[in-house]
């Protein structure tokens, strides 16, 4: 009974504050809640399938799956493949071109974190208001949020004029090498005017405009091997160890107070012999105790906000491994990654629209989340060229692990939201 009570007084808050919609946006809502059913069934369908980045036959067959959707839709599909050199599947663009309105770019990826050799969790409803899956909520969820939030548009004929492409990566948790890895997505987010990117929600009340971007690094030191009786005398020095510890200590003193930056080393070997395999991330080793260590080698990545606060840390970290231990010498060098995606008034105006789409639909605020609890994204590519809003898509739990979870009560309204939301940007 204090249910049946509790969820009458949301609904009535619901109505009261929806009264803030147009009769087209109401129709809008009504669309998006009277399709409920096939978007699930959508939902399961491609969480069904096994789409790890590196499986590029199930990467292709959920691309296959969504393009049908955008066919129906009217849009002009493509697929842009990848060199085969990268073993990577490609990516889906779906494309209308009318001349109302923003010009739309919106962003989601087909591929998981989960490959073909690891356990494979069907779609699975655990209770009414939770599933679970393989990429349920990131981000198989988030692209079906794009997917039903358009439907609900074209059901009620709001798509004639609306210039939006729709770009499905193919290998954003594991991407592929190489300039034209991601070429076309950003020539085609060049001709947008916003950029919407749907990876999982936190929750309905939080939207990203802003996510740090990633690189690595690679700290190599040297010394001289010898007995280990001999260690610090000036003839021998400290050894490749002592100095690769060194430089990670100083890395830590001088950087790890600064908002935003972080820096891991993910793997750490040193002795008589180091082979490390980069590619493969994996490293051989071979020394005793009694020798003093010649090499060791530091792998590690580098997180930051904006590309100054990337070229900042750097200019520190060379400065560090400069100041090398006597008898020893060392080296890093650096790769780039995801650039940073930096907070811009385009971007918290993006907000402030999601923002008003909540309200007006009743369901509350909506405002910009904490930069450092995201990491990098392909909408980081392009974030420099246009306006850009991020955390739009599913709601859930547990992203890139075994049970990772969908809410299935709030699904539908960050869909209403979406929907609203694209309705206003291309009047």
């Known amino acids: 009974m204090q249910y049946l009570l509790l969820a009458a007084a949301f609904l009535g808050c619901y109505a009261a504050q929806a009264q803030q919609l147009t009769p087209t946006e109401r129709k809008i809502v009504a669309s998006v809640q009277q399709h409920m059913p096939q978007t699930e069934r959508l939902l399961e369908q491609v969480v069904n399938i096994n789409s790890g980045t590196l499986n590029v036959a199930g990467v292709r067959e959920v691309g296959a799956v969504f393009r049908k959707e ?31 309105g923003k010009k739309l770019f919106l962003i989601g990826h087909l591929d998981t974190v989960f490959e073909l050799d690891m356990p494979f969790t069907k779609y699975t409803r655990l209770n009414d208001s939770t599933a679970t899956g393989q990429g349920v909520n990131d981000m198989k969820g988030g692209d079906v949020v794009i997917l039903a ?23 954003e948790e594991r991407g592929g090498k190489g300039p034209e890895a991601r070429a076309d997505f950003i020539a085609k987010a060049k001709e947008a005017q916003v950029a919407l990117a749907f990876e999982n929600a936190i929750d309905r009340h939080t939207v990203a405009t802003a996510r740090r971007g990633s690189s690595n690094w690679q700290l190599k030191t040297f010394g001289t091997a010898a007995h280990s009786s001999t260690i610090f005398k000036p003839t021998v020095g400290y050894g490749a160890i002592y100095e690769a510890a060194r430089i990670l200590n100083s890395f830590r003193e001088t950087l790890s107070q600064e908002q935003y930056l ?3 080393p993910g793997l750490i070997v ?23 260590a010649p090499t060791a080698a530091v792998a590690g990545d580098l997180r930051f906000l904006t ?3 990337k070229e900042g840390a750097r200019a520190k970290m060379r400065a560090i491994v400069a100041q090398s231990l006597p008898g ?32 007006d639909l009743g369901l509350g605020p909506v405002v910009a989340g904490d930069p450092g609890s995201r990491g990098a994204g392909d909408v980081s590519y392009v ?8 955390g739009l898509g599913a709601p859930g739990k547990g992203a890139h692990a075994p049970g990772e979870t969908i809410n299935l009560k709030e699904f539908p309204l960050l869909i209403e939201r979406t929907a609203l939301m694209l309705y206003r940007l291309t009047r």
């Open 149 to 171: 939030a358009l439907q609900a548009l074209q059901a009620n004929g709001l798509l004639k004029d609306a210039n939006i492409t729709a770009y499905f990566t193919g290998d």
């Open 262 to 264: 972080t820096f891991n």
């Open 307 to 309: 590309e100054a606060q």
């Open 70 to 100: 955008f066919d129906a839709l009217g849009f002009k599909t493509e697929w842009v493949a990848m060199p085969a050199s990268m073993q990577r599947a490609g990516h889906l663009v779906a494309q209308r071109k009318g001349k109302k």
């Open 270 to 292: 040193g002795g008589s012999e180091v082979n490390y395999d980069e590619g493969k991330a994996h490293a051989e080793v071979t020394g005793k105790t009694n020798i003093i």
């Open 328 to 359: 020893t010498r060392a080296e890093i060098t650096f790769s780039d990654g995801i650039p940073g995606m930096a907070p811009t008034p385009g971007n918290q105006k993006l907000a402030a629209l999601a923002d008003q789409a909540s309200r």
């Open 383 to 390: 974030a420099q060229y246009l306006d850009c809003l991020d």
